[in-house]
């Protein structure tokens, strides 16, 4: 596995971060012991970097995991929506309390989407800015789907690290391209920030051609890391072996290619139609506020996915 100083943190990280929202409650909602054993061979293989947030649920795996195979070998991630000095307090006590561990290695503003959020949010970044003085915290940062929010941390002294939405086609983006993404993102890169990506996958909608996306963003030098979440042994062992330049094994590509995928609609869809106008196969569709899928119509080409402003819709 390589590994990556993550900007000026201090922090090294495997170039493959383990993105545990796919295994809370949230999506797959595996047990405490399959979900701490998928993690175990994730850093089996290398993987030392486990991002979370107090919304997915998924704490509890990675305390699991410190008293497997220790705190000092990891480095993890944690998020909140907290806006002000009180609820960003209680949201790191709350993580180290799930987490039974004295430090969290990065705390982050939670979805970001611009300077004027982050303005917004200025007494949260404050209070993580006092934790890291005090040790609790070790660096602070934003994560984000917006280019806007990328352009401003760049002017933000106290942000360490940046948590962007990118891929090679810009699912997701909520404000622009894939290009004026990874302009921004390199911006910051120069500013001695730290950043690692997420949804390189576009959500699920681009698993199909899944070599070409993680070589283009392995071939990113910005990226210190890659999050990607995975549900299953063969996904963790085919992706440990492309991030490490190895050729994965014909039995797990096999399995993987083997497994259905489905059109999954998040709760917080917003039911606003536009997917709805771009799907093909007429898939899609309206009904008392809630958008619905038609299994039998849906191919999972990924033209919904690659509209929707909230990223609710996912292939799974």
Known sequence: MDYRVLGTSGLTVSRLCYGTLTIGPLQARLSLADGTYLLEAAFARGVNFFDSAESYGTYPYLKALIQKVG???LVLTGKSYAADAKQAQQAVTDALRALDTDYIDIFLLHEQLSESTLRGHAEALQTYVQLKQQGYVRAVGISTHHIAAVQAAVMHA???VVHPLYNIQGYGIQDGNAARMLAAIEENVQMGKGVYAMKVLGGGH???DY?????HVLGIDSFASIAVGMQSLQEIAVNTALFT???PSPYDLRWLAQQPRRLHIEDYCQACGLCVAVCPTKALHIDGGKLHVNYDSCFTCGYCGKVCPHMALKVL
């Open 71 to 73: 705190r000092h070998n």
């Open 158 to 160: 106290d942000i360490d």
């Open 206 to 208: 681009l698993i199909p």
């Open 211 to 215: 070599s070409s996306a993680f070589a």
């Open 245 to 247: 330049h190895k050729q």
